[in-house]
């Protein structure tokens, strides 16, 4: 005998998608950056660059990444926690770095 089983456990089929329709989407954008008393080698090396390349008037550069994600939940603070937990984690060096996470309902 086969038996039919929900990816949701053993909630009927006609639930499954309910917690679903309830998730609304969100843009989160999360900018990584050297905290202000770290040195920046990659920035003093795009500086010299563009001095070499003839853009004066440049007086520092500071390189960072950004970090784009589509996340789904049910509100932007919760989107918030989570964000703010990834960078803890893994998305940023607490140590040498600050981050910044901006968030947008899609």
Known sequence: MLACF??????????????????????????VKLKAVVLDP?????LNALSGLGFNGV???RV???VELTMEGESSEEIGRKADE???KLLSNPVIEDFSVKIAEK
Request: proline residues 2%; positive net charge; glycine residues 10%.
């Open 86 to 88: 990834m960078c803890r």
């Open 64 to 66: 960072g990444k950004i």
């Open 42 to 46: 990659q920035g003093k090396a795009v």
């Open 59 to 61: 007086s520092d550069a």
């Open 6 to 31: 929900s990816r949701a456990g053993n909630i009927p089929r006609s639930h499954v998608g309910a917690r679903k329709q309830e998730m609304k989407q969100f843009s989160v954008k999360i900018e």
